[in-house]
T-cell receptor
Framework: SYVLTQPPSVSVAPGQTARITCGGN??????VHWYQQKPGQAPVLVIY???DRPSGIPERFSGSNSGNTATLTISRVEAGDEADYYC??????????FGTGTKVPVL | QVQLVQSGAEVKKPGASVKVSCKAS????????ITWVRQAPGQGLEWMGW????????DYAQKVQGRLTMTTDTYTSTAYMELGSLTSDDTAVYYC?????????????WGQGTLITVSS
């Protein structure tokens, strides 16, 4: 089955940039989506199809995908960005797969 | 605006079944699919399956195949997820989400979640 690996935690100070990676075999050939989940809340889509932002998501959120790594970048981090972040792809053998999740504490 | 509203929390005994509903509004229910994702306490997201409201096509994760049934009612714009032979490992928050179709589409809108607790 297809596996997506994320770092357990990425710490960042307010105003700095957080980069969250999502590793998978040849993930660059797949379409990657990213979700933000705050405690006690449902996930929210923040990036879809590698680089696109849904309406209402700040431009501070951006994505990239190449080779074996996809990356979610949060620029000018705010306290309200503190959450868990999950990457997700569709694989024709494994169906829908989520990454292991990354906790982003804002210091 | 698109909304998915799920039924309330339930407590079930091991071996029982549970049926969770997900009522959609704000879009044409008939041309989308609904997918279900669960999250055990303190754990990550686990995809369970999807069902098309358009043609009732469905696909389930191998882990729950045989115990899971997903259906839709296009008259009430409601999707259902029924999971049987429950064990304590099924204790989780269950989410429904909208899906544009099978393949590499995102889960663009989510329900608020339904906590299912399996306990004797």
């Amino acid at each position: 089955s297809y596996v997506l690996t994320q770092p357990p935690s990425v710490s960042v100070a307010p105003g700095q940039t957080a980069r969250i990676t999502c590793g998978g075999n040849n993930i660059g050939s797949k379409s990657v989506h990213w979700y933000q989940q705050k405690p006690g809340q449902a996930p929210v889509l923040v990036i879809y199809s590698d680089t696109d932002r849904p309406s209402g998501i700040p431009e501070r959120f951006s994505g990239s995908n190449s080779g074996n790594t996809a990356t979610l970048t949060i620029s000018r981090v705010e306290a309200g960005d503190e959450a868990d972040y999950y990457c997700q792809v569709w694989d024709d053998n494994s169906d829908y797969v989520f990454g292991t999740g990354t906790k982003v504490p804002v210091l | 605006q698109v909304q998915l509203v799920q039924s309330g929390a339930e407590v079930k005994k091991p071996g029982a079944s549970v049926k969770v509903s997900c009522k959609a509004s704000g879009y044409n229910f008939n041309i989308y699919a609904i997918t279900w994702v669960r999250q055990a306490p303190g754990q990550g997201l686990e995809w369970m399956g999807w069902v098309s409201a358009y043609n009732a096509n469905r696909d389930y994760a191998q882990k729950v195949q045989g115990r899971l049934t997903m259906t839709t009612d296009t008259y009430t714009s409601t999707a259902y997820m029924e999971l049987g032979s429950l064990t304590s490992d099924d204790t989780a928050v269950y989410y429904c989400a909208r899906l544009a179709g099978s393949g590499s589409h995102p889960f663009d809108y989510w329900g608020q979640g339904t906590l299912i607790t399996v306990s004797s």
